[in-house]
Nanobody
Framework: QVQLVESGGGLVQPGGSLRLSCAAS????????MGWYRQAPGKQRELVAR???????NYADSVKGRFTISRDNAKTTVYLQMNRLKPEDTGVYCC?????????WGQGTEVTVSS
């Protein structure tokens, strides 16, 4: 069973920055993909960014150029650096980890972008 511990959410003004972290533990096998999803109030959950074991990345069009996803050398912690935040970035951000064929979700950390 994989445990995920997220941190880094909070309240920030438009144009500000936040860094989210998600540490995974308990996996007996290599983690294939780590990523972040978000769910805004009244909307469906959507992919924000993900990174695979080869360090290939994918981003939602809405965050390209503003957000950067990365992993530590041990490939058990994933980071999401969020810059130039906008009110529409507000939501609950959940970490997602895939250890094929399974996937695991964090409990989520809230990000609020408001003046």
């Amino acid at each position: 069973q994989v445990q995920l511990v997220e941190s880094g959410g909070g309240l920030v003004q438009p144009g500000g920055s936040l860094r989210l972290s998600c540490a995974a533990s308990g996996s007996r096998f290599s983690i294939n993909v780590m990523g972040w999803y978000r769910q805004a109030p009244g909307k469906q959950r959507e992919l924000v960014a993900r990174i695979n074991s080869g360090s290939n990345t994918n981003y939602a069009d809405s965050v390209k150029g503003r957000f950067t996803i990365s992993r530590d050398n041990a490939k058990t912690t994933v980071y999401l650096q969020m810059n130039r935040l906008k009110p529409e970035d507000t939501g609950v951000y959940c970490c997602n980890v895939r250890v094929e064929p399974y996937e695991y979700w964090g409990q989520g950390t809230e990000v609020t972008v408001s003046s």
